[in-house]
């Protein structure tokens, strides 16, 4: 088998080097052939000592050699090691994406290389001269319209409101005597006829109130008429 000659300089490191011996041998990288590309590494970098800086391969190599020897070892049965290729591997795939992604940028270089950009120019807009002469009352009159449009956009006041909308105080303990009232003509009403539909919604929500807080206190209680089908509203008496 003729011998493949590689010249270091084209390799930018041990790393690329033995990235490329294991794609021309089309292997998988988690599962090298050791032996294999242990010795073609070694003969990529015989001579090596032409070069000047020459020590990140001597390292690549002593690794690979001391994988190899691992690699060669019988081992015990009942033990279960690590497969020593496995460090090497993470680091040829991290290497992988690094050299994939430098070529893309690459790319990206060589598009804008070409390229011309114009330099920006400042333009000047001249100014024209204002010679009109305003009166006083012009002046006053723009302030004022200033003003105005300031004081539309700001938020009303709360007091603003006074007068336009109000709020209706309505007491429970008037409605706790409005319901006595009413249970003291007849014992029992519907629940329906303690709301007249002339109060408004303040006035109904203290009656229910009201009720509700008689209920709690054994004044009066609340039934369904299965008659009427309704609920219904009695006093309790002493």
């Known amino acids: ?57 001597l390292v690549l190599a002593a690794q690979l050699l001391y ?10 049965e009942e033990e279960e090691e690590e497969d020593p290729r496995e460090d090497l591997a993470r680091r040829l795939i991290e290497y992988k994406k690094y050299k994939e992604a430098s070529l893309e940028l690459r790319k990206s270089e060589f598009f804008s290389r070409d390229m011309c950009f114009k330099d920006t120019e400042k333009i000047d807009f001249p100014i024209p001269p204002y010679n009109r002469q305003h009166e006083t009352i012009e002046l006053i009159n723009a302030f004022n319209s200033i003003m105005q449009r300031r004081r539309r956009r700001e938020k009303p006041k709360k007091k603003a409101f006074f007068g336009i909308v109000g709020r209706e105080k309505v007491s429970v303990e008037e409605m706790v ?10 014992r029992k009403v519907n629940f329906k006829s303690m709301f007249d539909k002339k109060e408004s919604k303040p006035e109904k929500i203290a009656t229910f109130l009201a009720v509700l807080e008689m209920i709690k206190l054994n004044k009066i209680a609340a039934d369904y008429d299965y008659q009427k089908k309704d609920y219904v509203i009695s006093a309790i008496r002493p």
Request: proline residues 5%; contains cysteine; negative net charge.
């Open 1 to 57: 088998m003729e011998k493949v000659l590689y010249k270091l300089e084209n390799f930018e490191g041990p790393l690329d080097l033995l990235l490329h011996l294991i794609t021309k041998n089309k292997v998988n990288i988690y599962d090298i052939p050791i032996v294999e590309i242990t010795d073609q590494y070694l003969d990529a970098i015989a001579g090596i000592e032409e070069l000047d800086d020459t020590s990140e391969f």
């Open 67 to 76: 994988i190899k020897s691992k690699m060669l070892l019988p081992k015990p």
């Open 177 to 186: 005597e409005k319901v006595c009232k009413i249970l003291a003509q007849k």
